[in-house]
């Protein structure tokens, strides 16, 4: 199964279902059903910008917990 809007391959059981039955691999990409064609590279490069953000923000949250749980 591959996502319907970067094609990466996904996961069925961690899919995210849009209106239009397709499904993506993230709350990102279902995002991109309410995007028109012409915008869709924009918005993809936006996802992408976001889901790095989100990354930096959560990997070292992740680190510390590593930490403390050894």
Not at 16 to 35: H, I, K, L, N, P
Not at 40 to 67: C, G, N, W
């Amino acid at each position: 199964m591959r996502c319907a809007f970067c094609h990466q391959t996904i996961d069925r059981s961690t899919a995210w279902q849009g209106s239009a039955a397709r499904f993506y691999c993230s709350e990102f990409c279902s995002d991109s059903e309410t995007v028109v064609p012409s915008q869709r590279r924009v918005a993809k490069d936006r996802i992408d910008q976001q889901y790095m953000e989100r990354l930096e923000r959560l990997l070292p949250l992740r680190r510390a917990i590593q930490k403390t749980a050894a």
